[in-house]
């Protein structure tokens, strides 16, 4: 695997949008061919090497690439948009929206992510060592399709509505997150492993949340089902609820909270 370097050499005025720092849009391309890539400075075009030092050519195929991003980039977003294969590793924070779309390989962070980390993801694997923003593995505004596959881990906290319009996948946070984790959720497994804010599976119709640590509340459109041991892996004793059936009758959503950390309603 040939592994590719971006440094960053500079802070633009307004953040940037920069969807080529991908191993699809790198793969068969040199040194000098991947610092000339147009990325989007607000309304004007640069490229790629007005803001990044650029070392090393990248491999025949997205499965032989590797790129290193040497530093916080907070103000860059999109990275990995859409990427199929290989890796992407951020030795820092990272912007909005990245691992957008994203089909394949893996994107880790070292750092911090902003929000929409994930978001309507198809498959691959991201992971986060810091704390993410909000949306986590969500649609983006005006959309109802979610995350569909895939894994995303943060070890740290997350935001609020992680998981929105899900419908497959993994998304494990190892810290806390906000409110309405899972909201109008349709499949796929959101496991937290702190406390989470109000509302949790929110409108959910399909699909699993596991809570580890205490929940603000639960919204009473949800119907108490009994005591579960170690669901889908997670150690201990939990409540089940089903729901939300403020949805109708038909809803297959799972809520599991702690049982020693959580009161039934």
Request: net charge negative; aromatic share 6%.
């Amino acid at each position: 695997m040939k592994e590719v370097v971006l440094t960053p050499k500079g802070e633009p005025d307004v953040p940037i949008e920069a969807e080529v720092i991908c191993t699809d849009e790198f793969a068969g391309k040199s040194e000098d061919e991947i610092a000339a890539l147009k990325i989007y400075e607000g309304n004007s075009t640069v490229e790629l090497g007005e803001y990044f030092d650029v070392e090393g050519d990248a491999g025949d195929s997205p499965e032989n690439t590797r790129i290193v991003i040497e530093g916080d980039v907070p103000w860059v977003k999109l990275i990995g948009y859409r990427m199929s294969a290989g890796e992407i590793l951020v030795k820092g924070d990272i912007g909005r929206h990245a691992g957008a779309e994203m089909k394949g390989g893996k994107l880790v962070v070292e750092g911090d992510a902003d929000d929409w980390l994930g978001r309507e993801m198809k498959g691959g694997e991201i992971t986060v060592y810091g704390n993410a923003g909000n949306y986590v593995g969500s649609s983006y505004r005006g959309e109802w399709r979610g995350m569909s596959g895939g894994c995303i881990l943060v070890k740290g906290d997350v935001g609020d509505e992680i998981g929105e319009w899900m419908s497959d996948g993994k998304i494990i946070v190892e810290g806390d997150a906000g409110i309405m984790i899972g909201i109008h959720m349709q499949g796929g497994t959101i496991i937290v492993r702190g406390d989470v804010g109000a509302r949790p599976g929110a409108q959910m119709e399909g699909g699993t949340v596991v809570v580890c640590g205490r929940a603000e509340d639960v919204l009473p459109s949800f119907r108490y089902e009994g005591l579960r041991e170690d669901p889908i892996g997670e150690t201990g004793t939990f409540h089940l609820f089903t729901g939300d059936y403020a949805n109708g009758p038909k809803v297959e959503g799972e809520l599991y909270l702690n049982a020693t950390l959580n009161e039934v309603p």
